[in-house]
Each structure stands twice: as C-alpha cells, then as structure tokens.
C-alpha cells in the first residue's frame, strides 16, 4: 500500500520553528517529486514548498527565506519552518506526483496531513 505520513506538527509561538517530515512507503519515490501543502481554516489548499527528481526546490513567495525544504536520501522530505507566524497556522500536507507543479489538483498521493497552529 503506497502511504504518506506526516509528523511534526504542533503548537508554537510566532517567530518559533517547526520541522515536519514526510516518511513515504509502499514504492520508491526517488523519481517523484516531493511537495507540502497547507489549508488554512476557510482557505484553498495552496502550494509551500516542492522538491523535484533531481534536487531542485520551489517555494512559495509566502514562505521563500523562512522555509527550507530537504529530501533525505530521497525518503523523507523534510520542511523546516523558521519566523513562523500566524498566517501559517493551517494543516500541512504532503503530496507526490511526477514533476513539481503548485495546483494540487495535479496530485493523487497525499498524506493525512498535520496541524500547525501559530499563536501570537
């Protein structure tokens, strides 16, 4: 059964850290590209952050010097999340799918997500 599994989320104060990780099973995912989502409460589902097949990494504008995105031998990726702040409170998912592209609806493997909640 092919599954991905996020842990690390939580509760922090604005301008604390988090780092989530996405452990995935079933197959090899080294010739997929590796992204994290975030729905906030009343929001769409938007793009954070991606990495690519061969290394390459996007990030949302929204996120881009506060978040940085890691691929660990290829299994699991890894987002840190640095100056968090209370707009990034939202549930964090992980998605896979050949190629990198920020419309979710292009992926078909998430994961069950995991909530972070940014406190002022």
């Known amino acids: 059964q092919v599954q991905l599994v996020e842990s690390g989320g939580g509760l922090v104060q604005a301008g604390g850290s988090l780092r989530l990780s996405c452990a995935a099973s079933?197959?090899?995912?080294?010739?997929?590209?590796m992204a994290w989502f975030r729905q906030g409460p009343g929001k769409e589902r938007e793009f954070v952050a991606g990495?690519?097949?061969?290394?390459?990494v996007l990030y949302a504008d929204s996120v881009q010097g506060r978040f940085t995105l890691s691929r660990v031998a290829r299994n699991p990726v890894q987002l840190q999340m640095n100056s968090l702040r209370p707009e990034d409170t939202a549930v964090y998912y992980c998605?896979?799918?050949?190629?990198?592209?920020?419309?979710?609806?292009?992926?078909?493997?998430w994961g069950q997500g995991t909530q972070v909640t940014v406190s002022t």
């Open positions: 998605a896979a799918r050949f190629g990198v592209v920020v419309n979710p609806a292009s992926y078909d493997l």
């Open positions: 990495v690519r097949a061969s290394g390459s």
């Open positions: 079933g197959r090899t995912f080294s010739d997929y590209g």
